[in-house]
């Protein structure tokens, strides 16, 4: 059904004045947001309830800047721990280092004392013969003396 029916500048007027004459209403009506028509007691709660979720959204934003703030720290922490352990890493390389010194010193010490310890089995073969041949001697002088004097 295809119904077609001429408009005269006249229609088109008085069209456009009654849209003028009733489109504040309209737009009041469809426009405005619509009214909360509930509880008073249920808007009070609804009130108290987004106060309260605003107050989590602050102390999640305050409890986000304090878990970055301690993740850095943290990492200050960490890294500092890592130039620490590399610090004792070196310290103890030198005493290491240190300690091969001092065993190689004991070892060269060592070896004048078994130096010392060869001289001294030496000298005391020598001060042995020595006593034996002067043992002797003696016996052998002191034997002539009685054989002379008898």
Sequence with gaps: ?????????????????????HFKEWSKIYLEPAKPT???????????VDEKVS?????STRLE????GLTER????????????EL?????????????QVDKRFEQVDKRFEQVDKRFDLMTK??????IWSFGITLTTG?????VLR
Aim: glycine letters at 4%; charged letters at 35%.
């Design 74 to 85: 943290m990492v200050r922490v960490e890294e500092e721990l890592k130039h620490q352990r």
């Design 126 to 131: 020598r001060i042995d013969r020595f006593m």
């Design 38 to 48: 509930c509880d008073p007691m249920l808007l009070e709660r609804i009130t108290r």
């Design 1 to 21: 059904m295809n119904v077609q029916m001429e408009l005269s500048e006249q229609h088109f007027q008085s069209i456009g004045q009654y849209v003028k004459d």
């Design 143 to 147: 034997g002539i003396v009685i054989a």
């Design 65 to 68: 800047e304090r878990m970055v």
């Design 55 to 59: 107050d989590l959204n602050e102390r």
């Design 88 to 100: 004792m890493k070196t310290g103890f390389d030198l005493m290491e280092k240190r300690f091969e």
